[in-house]
Every structure is written in C-alpha cells, then in structure tokens.
C-alpha cells in the first residue's frame, strides 16, 4: 500500500499548509492512543511542555523520525527512485507538521512557498540543512534523562531553528523536482489516505 493506491484531491484548498496541519491533528489525535497502548510514554495530549523532560524526550523522538524519513528518502534517490524519494519526503512532511503541532507551533508562522533557486543544489544537502536545524533546535532541550537539575528552555530559539527546519524540508521537495506547492499538497494528501488505511487495518 503506497501513495499510489490512492487519488490526487478533487480541488486543493485555498490555504494548502493550513489544511495539511489540520489533517495531521486527525490523523495524530489517532495514533496517539495506539502509541499509548503499545506501551510508549506519549503524555495525555499531543501537545507537549518545551520545558518538561518527558516533553523534550518526545520531541527528540519526532526529530529522529523525520531523520530516518530523509535518509529513506535518500536512499530512494541514490536508486534514482524519484516517486519512492518524494513519497518518504511527504513521510518526512508529516512527522515534522506532527512535531510542530506537538510545541505549539502553528502553519502561520512557517513558509510554505517553494523557491525556484532550492532546485539548484543537490538534495543531500537539503537533507543536511534539515538535520541541522532539528539538531540544533534539539540542543535547546537541555533536560536529559539522567540529569537531576532541570533547565527552561530557550523557546524563541528553539522556534527559530524550528522554523528554518521546517523551511529546509520544503526546499528538499524542491531538490526532488517538486515544482508547485500544489504537488507537495498532493504527496501529503495521498500519504496521509495511506496512513488512515493503517489506522483502520491495524497495520
């Protein structure tokens, strides 16, 4: 089961980031539970404290995720497999709008517009900028499991670092070929019907 089982949308929203947030709070409010079952300490709510240290925790979790996404994505495009490549960027995509939804951070205050110029330089190196900034925004989470004293959070840093991360996975649809915004709503709508298709078979 992949995007391709699944149809573009009849006609796009007008605020294409906009719904995409709106559709992962779904799609999260499921999975939720089911992390929480399988035994994963994931909070009462999808939202998390920036300052507490099982919050920091998830975060690094979500950070991780969208890693593994982009070095599938990679590896997808090392095999020349540019459908496999965009699809696990739209993966990636929805981990990290999960993540933003997670530290309270909203489609407003991020770019969704692709630059004709992102196209110019080599996707690993879009991937690259995009671990950097989550590295670096994870640095600000400075309460780690086997500390005792307890740190607050630099959070207007955190969200600055968020926001180039965020901006930076835009820029790799753009090195995959991506060429409208549209099309990157397209890749999350589709993957997103495959994500529900999971949920509801048990996957």
């Known amino acids: 089961m992949n995007i391709n089982n699944f149809s573009s949308p009849d006609e796009y929203p007008v605020d294409l980031l906009g719904d995409i947030f709106t ?38 979790d979500f950070a991780w995720r969208i ?5 599938e994505a990679y590896e997808a495009y090392l095999l020349h497999d540019d459908e496999h490549t965009k699809e696990e960027l739209a993966d990636a995509l929805h981990f990290m709008v999960e ?74 649809f753009a090195a995959a070929g991506v060429e409208f915004e549209e099309d990157i709503y397209d890749l999350y709508f589709r993957k997103n019907k495959v994500n529900q298709f999971r949920q509801e078979s048990k996957y």
């Open 23 to 60: 559709k992962q709070k779904e799609l999260a409010e499921k999975y939720h539970p089911i992390e929480k079952a399988n035994g994963f300490i994931v909070g009462e709510s999808l939202r998390v404290n920036l300052h507490d240290k099982f919050g920091q925790h998830r975060i690094k």
């Open 67 to 71: 890693t593994e996404e982009l070095m």
């Open 99 to 172: 993540l933003c939804l997670m530290c309270g951070i909203s489609h407003n205050e991020l770019g969704f517009e692709l630059r004709p110029e992102w196209g110019d330089r080599q996707i690993n190196e879009r991937i690259l900028d995009t671990v950097l900034q989550l590295g670096l925004a994870c640095n600000c989470l400075k309460n780690k499991p086997w500390k005792q004293t307890q740190m607050l959070t630099d959070v207007e840093r955190f969200g600055f670092h968020m926001y180039i991360a965020f901006e930076s996975l835009i820029s790799c």
